[in-house]
């Protein structure tokens, strides 16, 4: 079974900042990866997927993610954090089973902007 | 406009009772999944459903059941079995049949006192 890896529960930044919050997988087929955002007592929107070609791969908001197959990570970046940005992020990597296809979530990294 | 939704948004029931979380989407998905949230814990998957009258079990589906009945609903009851059933609920759908993106509903937060 796939499994996804956030390092870091919880990420502090200052507005204007470098944001950077990290995803590994594991799978034994070449993966479909995702990032997701949620804002409190919210539903998550999709930010961004990799599913094949170019490895870096722009999402909305600013924020983008490379696919790197060596070091088995879906790394989230986004030049400069905004206050708007505050939310928690999911990484998610795709399996099948037979006929079936689901997400396997990471625990998810909290972001926190200060000002 | 397009989307999925859950319903009722907050839920507050008695320890013993069972209770049922509506979803419904108008995407025109075949694909419908629930996952429950528990802080720290990120989403883990209870049921899911690919087609009309068929579902499977996720990683977490003791204490819940689910049917599938028409294209648009997937409903998720969680019975007096569930032995912690207070948690953040999340419906969501997707086209089936590949490696596609999951569309998200807003929530419904059961508590259980």
């Known amino acids: 079974a796939q499994s996804v890896t956030q390092l870091g529960s919880h990420v502090s930044v200052s507005e204007g900042a470098l944001v950077l919050l990290r995803c590994n997988y594991s799978?034994?087929?070449?993966?479909?990866l995702f990032w997701y955002v949620q804002y409190p007592n919210q539903g998550l929107q999709l930010l961004l997927k990799?599913?094949?070609?170019?490895?870096l791969v722009k999402g909305i908001n600013g924020f983008e993610a490379e696919f790197k197959k060596s070091e088995t990570s879906f790394h989230l970046t986004k030049p400069s954090a905004h206050m708007s940005d505050a939310a928690e992020y999911f990484c998610?990597?795709?399996?099948?089973?037979?006929?079936?296809?689901?997400?396997?979530f990471g625990k998810g990294t909290l972001l926190t902007v200060n000002p | 406009d397009g989307g999925i939704t859950q319903s009722p948004k907050y839920l507050f029931r008695k320890e013993g009772q069972n209770v049922t979380l509506s979803c419904e989407q108008n995407?025109?998905?075949?694909?419908m999944y629930w996952y429950r949230q528990d802080p720290g814990q990120g989403l883990r998957l209870i049921y899911y459903?690919?087609?009309?009258?068929?579902?499977q079990k996720g990683d977490i589906a003791e204490g819940y059941s689910v049917s599938r009945e028409k294209k648009e609903s997937f409903p998720l009851t969680v019975t007096s079995a569930q032995k912690n059933p207070t948690a953040f609920y999340l419906c969501?759908?997707?086209?089936?049949?590949?490696?596609?993106?999951?569309?998200f509903g807003p929530g419904t937060r059961l508590t259980v006192l």
């Open positions: 990799y599913t094949t070609g170019a490895t």
């Open positions: 995407l025109n998905h075949d694909a």
């Open positions: 459903s690919q087609i009309v009258n068929d579902f």
């Open positions: 969501a759908s997707g086209l089936a049949g590949g490696f596609y993106e999951q569309f």
């Open positions: 799978s034994s087929v070449p993966p479909y």
């Open positions: 998610a990597v795709s399996e099948s089973g037979g006929s079936n296809y689901k997400l396997t």
